[in-house]
């Protein structure tokens, strides 16, 4: 009777794996789609999501996070921009600079983001990283001004990805810039815009020649 119950829990035990499994890969699928979603919103920023996903990941392995941490960071930031998809075209899309109403149109991203994936209440990182990744370490970002390690590891992370790829990428009011520019301007702002300690692990990756623009 005991071999029985003992070989009946094992094979509970080993279905329940599959099941949660299972649950995981719908749900990793369920946020490449919308990320896809997301990037369609821009032809100019095309790619962009998974861009920023694949640097946070590999960023957030170097700071020292799990495989399975790197892997958490690697959804919140396909979706840190979610929230673009309420602004107008118009403003995205826009060859010139902004008007002051329109680039507060453009900052409320981070707000609707942070609203839309809230209701993800089991991985509250994930609405983290739409919401704070606008923030500034020395506490004059948006939407909040928060400052320092008050804002969540995962946006602090992510700010530096998405910072790289806004450099690296062409968009329509410019060109791309040189690498060189781009971890430059990484470099000057540490400890104002982003956290030091990513900006130095990030600089380090740099320096091994391992940061180049991902072609998707």
Not at 91 to 113: A, F, N
Not at 180 to 208: C, H, M, S, Y
Request: net charge positive; glycine share 6%.
């Amino acid at each position: 009777i005991i071999i029985a119950v003992m070989i009946g829990a094992k094979s509970k035990i080993k279905k329940a794996k599959k099941q949660r499994l299972t649950i995981q890969n719908v749900f990793n699928q369920m946020i490449r789609a919308m990320a896809k979603i997301i990037d369609k919103k821009d032809e100019y920023t095309r790619g962009h999501s998974f861009r920023v996903a694949i640097y946070s990941r590999k960023l957030a392995l170097k700071i020292g996070y799990s495989i399975e941490m790197a892997e958490k960071i690697y959804n919140v930031a396909l979706l840190h921009d979610i929230g673009k998809i309420f602004v107008p075209n118009d403003i995205l899309h826009k060859p010139r600079d902004l008007s002051d109403d329109e680039y507060k149109t453009v900052k409320l991203h981070t707000s609707y983001g942070k609203e839309i994936l809230q209701e993800i209440d089991s991985i509250p990182e994930i609405a983290y990283g739409a919401g704070y990744h606008h923030e500034r370490y020395d506490g004059k970002g948006y939407p909040g001004q928060l400052k320092g390690e008050n804002i969540p590891y995962v946006a602090r992370i992510a700010a530096v990805a998405d910072s790289f790829d806004a450099m690296t990428s062409k968009r329509v009011y410019r060109d791309s810039l040189p690498i060189d520019v781009v971890i430059e301007e990484i470099e000057k702002n540490k400890g104002t815009q982003f956290d030091p300690q990513i900006a130095d692990a990030f600089l380090e990756i740099g320096r091994a020649h391992v940061w180049t623009p991902v072609t998707l």
